[in-house]
């Protein structure tokens, strides 16, 4: 395509305008590039090693749906603990209650220190994964 | 091989659509270029409706109702190509930027480069991440699909007010397309959610590319390439498996064909032509359907146009005033089969959202200036650094480039109001939103905020830079002065 003529000066201007956006964007490109992790140095997903991989012998045991309840550690942890749970029990819904005939217990980094008197243990499945059944549930 | 076939399903379903009602985009490669990206995103769009559709219908025969859709959008195809005969590829092209071939050559390498660096960069990504990058990912999006593919008849389980926080309310676009290939493939493959992000994400910069080398040239096309793909935000929410990029796709997508649809009648007097305004209004309902944020730009869209065009008296310059109703009526055509499934999964699937609480509590917050205050600082501050690009930020630097190549005579257009006042108000909607939000302020701004600026990018870029590009000191004849 043709472009129209111009005055010299606007040209120039232009041509500034274009090099002043190519260097900037060349930069914030160097840059993403050098920020991006090596192959290398990937780890294993974390979501992965926190949701599926751990849960996978407990999911085998549940039932492919309703609700459970779920008990788990408190502190940073317990809300993203408590997400990964779900993800990984889904389609199973977890409900953040210990109220359910069966409640799962999420403690990775602690033992089990304060469980509820209703609850008792049904399966340690290690790793920091309980299966609690409601005492009245039996 | 499942993969493929579902991929290659949902890409002929959107290019047969594509190319029966809108012929006339082909000729060039950046006509072709075009086509294709529309076609796979409007593809996604379509089998994610098909498959949501056949799951509310309480069946699993999934790959029978895709073939089932993709054969009548087949013999859709063919009834209108053949009434319409060989179309005439149309001339779009006006005034590009001006550059010497030093600087042609140099804008070139530059737009080779910073392509190579997103998808080298996109590609570290999703390997790095193949769970996603953010609770949302996880939480909500994939979390969705899971229920929609594993859950059979129970996969309405996970949209209820038992898990709040996943957002039951949220739309499936991007749930539903994922479950779709998971369906196909027969198990949940972490790599599925990637590979549509990457999709979209390559989509977006090549509509934005192809669409503005059609309306602007080479040079205006290349220079917004660069930009979107050196913006370092964009390529890590493309692999972060958000519904973010999806949206401005369609945002983009919508914004775009309006403009082409507009100019086949004022450039190329193809009155006749309505696919470009159906497929605008099939992609605005995909916004919907992708987050409650495009349902927002959906509205923005409609008030801007009837503040431009119904607002003001016509001008009989206009060789056809593109303000008649029957190119209103044809985006709305495109709008309605999605907006059906949008209430469709509103009134029997979502729960109530969460961002709207009682009249007085949101009285009391829209009367209160220090929320004013801070939403406008974050604004401002979230504005120069949403991207993050390194030392100088685009959103400061787009304005001086602008400076430095305007010229003295301005040419505004309608429609560029008409689109810039549709971003705008979407815009400005978000600002409303934080303004009521019954969450903490400074948690829903923080985490949410720069995506919102996300969103709109592409399309800011693609009017920014065919509004720069057409600062020329002279109409070319090839360009009726626009009223």
């Known amino acids: 395509m043709d472009a129209p003529s111009s005055s010299p000066l606007h040209n120039k201007r232009t041509t500034t305008g274009i090099l002043l956006l190519l260097i900037c964007c060349l930069l914030s490109s160097g840059r993403m590039v050098f920020s991006t992790p090596h192959p290398a140095h990937i780890m294993r997903n974390s979501i992965a090693a926190r949701s599926d991989d751990r849960f996978a012998l407990l999911k085998a045991r549940l039932p492919s749906a309703g609700v459970v309840g779920y008990i788990g550690e408190t502190g940073d942890s317990a809300l993203p603990d408590y997400y990964l749970t779900q993800y990984a029990l889904a389609p199973l819904v977890v409900d953040h209650s210990t109220n359910h005939a069966k409640v799962v217990g999420n403690f990775r980094s602690s033992q089990s220190s304060w469980i509820p008197p209703d609850l008792h243990l049904v399966q340690d499945f290690g790793n920091g994964v309980y299966l609690f059944a409601r005492k009245e549930a039996n | ?483």
């Open chain 2, 1 to 483: 091989m499942a993969i493929a076939l579902a991929a290659a399903i949902s890409m002929l379903s959107g290019y047969l659509l594509t190319d029966a009602v809108w012929p006339h985009a082909r000729g060039t490669v950046s006509a072709w270029l075009m086509k294709l990206s529309l076609a796979a995103g409007l593809g996604l769009g379509i089998s994610s409706c098909g498959f949501f559709v056949t799951g509310m219908a309480g069946g699993d025969h999934f790959v029978v109702s895709d073939i089932l859709l993709l054969a009548v959008i087949f013999v859709l195809y063919v009834l209108i190509r053949v009434r319409s005969g060989r179309p005439i590829p149309p001339n779009w092209v006006t005034t590009d930027f001006e550059a010497p071939g030093w600087l042609r050559l140099v804008l070139a390498s530059s737009f080779v480069v910073t392509t190579f660096a997103a998808l080298y960069c996109s590609g570290q990504r999703m390997v790095a991440h193949e769970h996603g990058d953010g609770w949302d990912a996880f939480a909500i999006w994939n979390l969705h699909a899971r229920f929609l593919f594993l859950g059979g008849p129970h996969w309405r389980d996970g949209f209820n007010a038992l898990i709040p926080w996943s957002h039951p309310d949220y739309p499936l676009l991007l749930p539903a397309a994922i479950a779709r290939f998971w369906s196909y493939l027969g198990h949940d493959n972490p790599a599925v959610p990637s590979l549509i992000g990457f999709v979209f994400t390559l989509c977006t910069v090549t509509l934005l590319v192809s669409s503005l080398a059609q309306l602007r040239g080479r040079n205006a096309a290349m220079l917004s390439g660069i930009a979107l793909s050196a913006t370092p935000f964009f390529i890590e929410q493309g692999a972060a498996q958000y519904a973010d990029i999806p949206l401005s796709f369609f945002i983009l997508a919508s914004i775009v064909l309006l403009h082409f649809g507009f100019r086949s009648q004022w450039r190329n007097n193809l009155t006749h032509l309505h696919g470009p305004w159906l497929l605008a209004g099939l992609s605005a309902g995909f916004a919907g359907w992708t987050k409650n944020e495009g349902l927002l730009f959906l509205g923005a869209i409609f008030l801007a146009h009837l503040l431009t065009f119904r607002a003001r008296p016509s001008s009989e310059s206009a060789p056809e005033k593109p303000t008649e109703r029957k190119y209103e009526i044809s985006f709305v055509l495109g709008l309605i089969p999605v907006l059906v499934v949008i209430i469709w999964f509103r009134h029997s699937v979502a729960t109530a959202g969460d961002l709207l609480s009682s009249p007085a509590i949101m009285l009391e917050k829209i009367l209160t200036p220090s929320r004013y205050l801070a939403i406008l600082r974050w604004y401002v501050k979230d504005l120069l650094r949403f991207g993050e690009w390194w030392l100088v930020p685009e959103t400061a630097l787009l304005p001086i480039f602008y400076l430095l190549v305007r010229k003295k005579r301005i040419r505004y257009d309608p429609l560029l109001r008409s689109s810039s006042a549709a971003l705008a108000l979407t815009f400005a909607g978000y600002f409303v939103i934080y303004l009521i939000t019954p969450r903490d302020l400074y948690w829903h701004l923080r985490f949410s905020l720069n995506r919102l600026f996300l969103q709109l990018w592409p399309a800011t870029l693609f009017l920014f830079f065919l509004f720069v590009g057409r600062q020329s000191p002279a109409p070319s004849q090839n360009e009726p002065e626009i009223p």
